[in-house]
């Protein structure tokens, strides 16, 4: 019997990757500042309180804080916009000398609020009421506006503008020109007018200037470049 051979071959796929064209381009970055009345301002306002023991500072800081928060109601248009932002109780030591320990010698209390308003002309005499009221301290005020979308739209608008005149002229200086934008991200920062106080006195109605909030923006551009 006469045997015959079968050879079976086999053609294996050959996996082939087109190599991606990545187009020549210039990178750019274009940066511009708006600014805006701010329409809001936040106040925070402090009461602290001393005693010999922790149950007397914070009776005491309780009483005078519940009467700060009320008298501030009437230039608020929701009680939402009262909170508290800082409480703390921590105990006074007395100053030793040399070589001897620190003794406790009474207890202090901080409870800050911030009341939050939309009248800017009231901040002073809010300021004054809550000082009357019992607040011995004023940690500071800042404004901004309720409605940041139209300040930063225009700072982003002139960044992009000004990004893409200096991919032109890098451009023109290389002898190239732009095309295509292929890249584009942006970064903003919002900058806020704030005053800040230690300790408050009563007295005349307490001058407040609220300056601009200014919103600062970058765009960068990568542009595609022909011949």
């Known amino acids: 019997m006469k045997l015959t051979k079968l050879v079976l071959a086999f053609t294996l796929p050959v996996a082939t990757w087109a190599q991606a064209t990545v187009p020549p381009s210039i990178t750019a970055v274009g940066s511009a500042t708006a600014s805006a009345t701010p329409d809001v301002a936040r106040v925070d306002i402090s009461v602290v309180t001393q005693a010999g023991t922790a149950q007397d500072a914070t009776a005491a800081n309780a009483m005078q804080t519940s009467a700060v928060i009320t008298a501030l109601q009437s230039f608020v248009t929701s ?54 009221a019992g607040a011995n301290r004023v940690q500071g005020v800042s404004f901004d506006v309720m409605d940041r979308s139209p300040v930063m739209a225009q700072a982003l608008k002139t960044a992009a503008s000004r990004a893409r005149s200096q991919a032109d002229a890098i451009a023109s200086g290389l002898n190239v020109h732009t095309g295509a934008v292929l890249r584009a991200s942006e970064g903003v920062n919002t900058v806020t007018p704030q005053t800040f106080g230690a300790a408050a006195a009563a007295g005349a109605t307490t001058p407040i200037e609220t300056g601009v909030v200014m919103v600062q923006a970058s765009v960068t551009l990568e542009v595609a470049i022909t011949p």
């Open 79 to 132: 009680s939402s916009n009262i909170k508290t932002v800082s409480y703390y109780l921590s105990p006074v030591y007395n100053n030793p000398p040399p070589g001897q320990s620190a003794t406790i010698i009474g207890y202090m209390v901080s409870n800050t609020v911030e009341v939050t308003l939309t009248d800017l002309t009231q901040i002073g005499k809010a300021i004054d009421t809550a000082i009357q």
